[in-house]
């Protein structure tokens, strides 16, 4: 129902930071729980964090993403950030933005499944020296 586009990725060195954008179409944002993803070539896809619908919306943060990594909603403009600090090498990957119905999902079933209704189209993440 909802359409996302993700932007912001690129090429970092480590204890950087980066902001990933993603920014919804089709329906509101602040009707879904949010998630944002990662994957290696050749690894399967893995929860970073899951963000439950409304400003003060609770968290699931993945183990690799605690006290790094956040996400926070604009409303205004129907799109969602992911901050991401102290950045480290294993962090390389392919990141994405899923949004999943909290008739289908809590925050901590869709990071745990990795399962949403609509997926952004990844972007790439690296970090090196």
């Known amino acids: 129902q909802v359409q996302l586009v993700e932007s912001g990725g690129g090429l970092v060195q480590p204890g950087g930071s980066l902001r990933l954008s993603c920014a919804a179409s089709?329906?509101?944002?602040?009707?879904?729980?949010i998630g944002w993803f990662r994957q290696v070539p050749g690894q399967k896809r893995e929860a970073v964090l899951c963000?439950?619908?409304?400003?003060?919306?609770?968290?699931f943060y993945a183990d690799s993403a605690k006290g790094r990594f956040t996400s926070f909603r604009n409303s205004a403009e129907n799109s969602v950030y992911l901050q991401m600090n102290n950045l480290k090498t294993d962090d390389t990957a392919v990141y994405y933005c899923?949004?999943?119905?909290?008739?289908?999902?809590?925050?901590?079933?869709?990071?745990?499944?990795?399962?949403?209704?609509?997926w952004g189209q990844g972007t790439q993440v690296t970090v090196s020296s």
């Open positions: 089709g329906s509101t944002l602040d009707d879904y729980i």
């Open positions: 963000n439950n619908v409304g400003e003060d919306g609770s968290t």
């Open positions: 899923a949004a999943a119905k909290p008739l289908s999902m809590t925050a901590q079933v869709m990071c745990f499944m990795v399962g949403a209704d609509s």
